[in-house]
């Protein structure tokens, strides 16, 4: 398996979704690629940064910010729309 192999299949890969022996394959060349093997590191921290975040929730200040100025919009949106 070459480096580009191992790009294409890496969404199987690091999601589990690839046969057993595509993954020792990937393995194997992980073992001896450094570069393949920095790659997948970086997928997978990222993944496991996002994944272990919830929902983030704006502050308060901040959604009613955009509660505002989202209802300023809608309000002049119909002004334009409406027949004179």
């Known amino acids: ?43 997978q921290k990222t993944i496991l940064l996002y994944s272990s975040n919830g929902p983030a929730e704006a502050p308060v200040r901040v959604s009613a910010a955009l509660q505002s100025a989202l209802a300023r919009e809608y309000r002049r949106s119909e002004n334009r729309s409406s027949p004179d």
């Open 1 to 43: 398996m070459n480096c580009k192999e191992v790009l294409d299949k890496l969404s199987d890969f690091v999601d589990e979704e690839a046969r057993e022996e595509l993954c020792r394959e990937i393995e194997e060349h992980l073992a001896r690629c450094r570069g393949c093997k920095i790659e997948v590191d970086t997928v």
